[in-house]
Nanobody, 128 residues
Framework: QVQLVESGGGLVQAGGSLRLSCAAS????????IDWFRQAPGKEREFVAA????????NYADSVKGRFTISRDNAKNTVYLQMGSLKPEDTAVYYC?????????????????????WGQGTQVTVSS
């Protein structure tokens, strides 16, 4: 049974930092691209960041570029999202998603149905 489990969310003041983790089990982790999405109340789920199977390629939404960093540790089957200079508009439930892909280079955001697995999400709240 495949599981993606997000953790690390919480309440933080504007300007602060958080590190989210996405721990995977039940799949050949190194064969998967992992993305982070987020969904704020009343809004559609949106792409945040992506990382290729080996960590060699990454992509970010313009809204988080320069503030967030995605990374992975294939030995631990875990992807991280380091979030800095947080803003109230970053408040959302953050989800990780996995898609089998050994593609490198540019990682375009995909449609949600194109991902093989999703986690349950972790809440991030940024207070002003």
């Amino acid at each position: 049974q495949v599981q993606l489990v997000e953790s690390g969310g919480g309440l933080v003041q504007a300007g602060g930092s958080l590190r989210l983790s996405c721990a995977a089990s039940g799949l050949t982790f190194r064969s998967y691209r992992i993305d982070w999405f987020r969904q704020a109340p009343g809004k559609e789920r949106e792409f945040v960041a992506a990382i290729s199977w080996n960590g060699g390629s990454t992509n970010y939404a313009d809204s988080v570029k320069g503030r967030f960093t995605i990374s992975r540790d294939n030995a631990k089957n875990t992807v991280y999202l380091q979030m800095g200079s947080l803003k109230p508009e970053d408040t959302a439930v953050y989800y990780c998603a996995a898609r089998m892909s050994t593609r490198l280079g540019y990682l375009p955001p995909l449609y949600q149905y194109e991902y093989d697995y999703w986690g349950q999400g972790t809440q991030v709240t940024v207070s002003s």
